[in-house]
């Protein structure tokens, strides 16, 4: 009966593990060297490792002033174009770039901030229906945004908006205004509207 390991090839020998920086420099000092004069010079080659590390690490962490740690939030300012860009009723175009709508009525042009107020899912413009409702606990909203069924306390907030100097419109998602449950609405402010 054959062997059943004839023939095959012997399996390659454990790589040699290099030594880390640490195991090296503790070799350096351990060697039972008796020249005084290669003691000395071991000693030396020994600080000046430790140095060099010190100063490359702290090389590193200078340079990682040159390098900040970004922090890319969506741009809460942003130009949607020109007041005849947008006809009556809804504008959903911007709803995933921004999460905005934006609506023209007979008073003018405003954004609404598609956040709903009940627990800040973004509702879905139904025209056929003309509201906007919301898929997680049934919330719907008049196309001004105003809350008509379901659990949500107020309308959504609007976003601030102006004409820029090219008479493009510039809306500004941190400047909101609302509409808080037995307070004045702030939909008439200057700003939260565009009469045009
Ligand atoms: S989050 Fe919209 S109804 Fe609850």
Redesign the pocket.
Known sequence: MSNPTEGTPAPPPPAAKKPGIQEALLKVLKTDDTDPVKQVAKRRRFVMASVLGFLGVNFLMFLRFFFPRALFEPKTTFRIGYPSDFGFGVDTKFQNQYRIWVVRNTEGIFVISAI?T????T?DWKSSENKFK?P????GYDPEGVNFE???PRPMDRAHVEIDPEGQIVVDLSRVYRWPKGEPSQFNDPGAIIRA
Not at 118 to 121: A, D, N, S, V
Not at 136 to 139: E, I, L, Q, T, V
């Open positions: 709903c009940h627990l800040g899912c509702p919301c997680c606990h049934g919330s379901g659990p949500a």
